[in-house]
């Protein structure tokens, strides 16, 4: 009798399909609920800049409204898996077009991306904050409240981990941020027609939500199947020119166009060269510094992962190697394996003398004990916290370190013109090092005026010689170069170190005031 009784207890506690199916769900619903929120905050980082600030008030404000929804979950008191099935479709829907709606709406409706961003993230969240508690609210008529909240959370946590590592490394490089909104959208979809299923003796007009759900997974699935074509009609309005390559790596969104002015290439929105006016960039990037040091063998770039400035490189015969560190390796193959990009930087990438290494530069600087003669910095302009690291004085310090006595870095610097206080502020950091700074600055229409510091051990000098073919710098100009009008002199500046990040606001300011008028 005892064997028995203790049978039918352990039967009475195993779990049932039903509450099986349930917990499963809740491992989909956190793992979609998280991607919809990674998503937001991709989104608006790619689109708005500054990482740290857009993934704050996202997080925070998709918290606030599963909080929000929480709480709203109490006034649903009958039918609850009838109001589950719903609410899962609706996640579905908002969850998964949350980034093709906000591509679109980004190149159709840019005045009304924030109020929309921030609109469907609330929405999102709010449905999701409705999930849990249902599911528990289900669940808890045959589960013990200690089982119940243990294993919810459980699977809830598991879900988001899962997630949290997928996104970076395999759903956005793979998917794309649209492909993978609709993908979870019809997991979401998925769990709304297996509780269909499951509860299909207890609902009320079965039909009709069995139709509901096949309406949206149908939805869901044409998008998925139709993503490449929302993301071309809304990057070619966007961009105005044809798109004829791009990627979503997990470091940035990758874009290159073409039209009249010839290939454009633009990382997260941010215009990174044109074609017709390029070598006027990347001459006086490279040319004032390795010129004047007269006879560099080897030399670093850091970025610069098109190959451009290591194109200007080779054109010095006794360069004997380039180690070209670029963090993102989506972009050294792309501009080595695509003909027509590897053609505007004339091959360099696949030069015999050329080193690639895809890792951040600033962890390469500090591990690595070689020493340079000519060091480019390359990177983008520093629109958020963690590009602005690498104009910090404990990155220039680094530089420093790598830099051989006789050597010269050369780092882009953002417009003089536009942007002055952020110009001077980076050769403030730089001297704050220790290191000699050497201002100069040139004209590149598709960017305007646009300034560069040179950072050495020993002064400056103007070469005798430069390398024949250039279209841009001669002997007579160069000195030109070095002369800052009125508007664009020197101006008191702070030192921008990882502590303060004091250049990503001023930046931020500075360019905020051209965008807004």
């Known amino acids: 009798m005892k064997t028995s009784a ?5 039967a009475a506690a195993a779990p049932r399909p039903v509450e099986i199916a349930l917990l499963a769900s809740v491992f989909v619903v956190a793992a979609c609920g998280l991607v919809y929120e990674l998503a937001a905050g991709a989104l608006a980082s790619y689109l708005l800049g500054d990482s740290v600030l857009q993934f704050s008030t996202i997080i925070g404000s998709y918290l606030f409204a599963m909080g929000v929804g929480s709480y709203l979950s109490r006034f649903f008191e009958r039918q609850l898996p009838a109001h589950f099935l719903r609410i899962e479709l609706l996640v579905a829907l908002a969850g998964g077009a949350l980034p093709a709606v906000l591509f679109l709406a980004n190149a159709y409706l840019p005045g009304s991306f924030r109020l929309l961003l921030y609109g469907m993230v609330f929405v999102v969240g709010a449905l999701v904050g409705l999930e849990i508690p249902l599911v528990m609210r289900i669940l808890r008529r045959n589960v013990a409240l200690k089982d119940l909240v243990s294993q919810v959370l459980t699977f809830d946590y598991l879900g988001a981990l899962a997630v949290s590592v997928a996104f970076p490394l395999v759903l956005v490089p793979q998917l794309g941020l649209i492909r993978t909104g609709l993908l979870f959208g019809l997991m979401n979809a998925a769990v709304a027609l297996w509780a269909l299923w499951i509860f299909r003796h207890v609902l009320p007009h079965p039909r009709v939500h069995a139709g509901a759900c096949v309406a949206v997974l149908a939805t869901l699935g044409a998008g998925f199947a139709g993503a490449d074509h929302i993301t071309r009609f809304a990057e070619d309005k966007f961009y105005q020119d044809g798109v004829v390559f791009s990627a979503s790596s997990p470091y940035q969104r990758i874009v290159v166009t073409n039209g009249k002015a010839g290939h454009r290439l633009f990382l997260n929105g941010n215009l990174q ?36 400035a290591v194109r200007e490189i080779l054109k010095y015969p006794g360069v004997e190697s380039v180690t070209l560190v670029e963090l993102d390796p989506a972009m050294t193959r792309l501009f080595t394996a695509q003909p027509t990009l590897a053609r505007l930087n004339a091959g360099s990438l696949s030069s015999p003398k050329v080193k690639i290494v895809n890792t951040d530069a600033f962890q390469w600087l500090d591990q690595s004990d070689d020493t340079f003669d000519v060091i ?22 680094l530089l420093d370190r790598r830099l051989a006595a006789s050597g010269y870095a050369v780092v882009q610097t953002t417009s003089p013109l536009v942007a002055r206080q952020s110009f001077w502020t980076v050769v403030q950091t730089i001297e704050s090092v220790g290191l000699i700074a050497t201002p100069y600055h040139a004209h590149v229409p598709s960017f305007g005026e646009w300034g560069f510091v040179i950072a050495s051990h020993r002064p400056w000098r103007l070469p005798q010689a430069l390398p024949a073919g250039l279209r ?29 990040q004091v250049l990503v606001k001023t930046y931020e300011q500075e360019w905020g005031k051209v965008v807004a008028h």
């Open 6 to 10: 203790a049978l039918l207890r352990r």
């Open 376 to 397: 480019v910095v390359d990177f983008p302009d520093p629109t958020n916290f963690s590009i602005g690291k690498l104009y910090s004085n404990s990155f220039y310090a």
């Open 273 to 308: 060269f044109a074609e017709r006016d390029e070598y006027r960039y990347h001459e006086a990037l490279v040319h004032p510094a390795m010129a004047a040091h007269g006879a560099p063998r080897k030399v670093a770039v850091l970025g610069g992962g098109d190959g451009m």
């Open 472 to 500: 841009f710098l001669d002997l007579a100009s160069l000195p030109l170069l070095f002369d800052f009008p009125l508007d664009m002199a020197r101006v008191p500046a702070e030192v921008n170190r990882l502590s303060n």
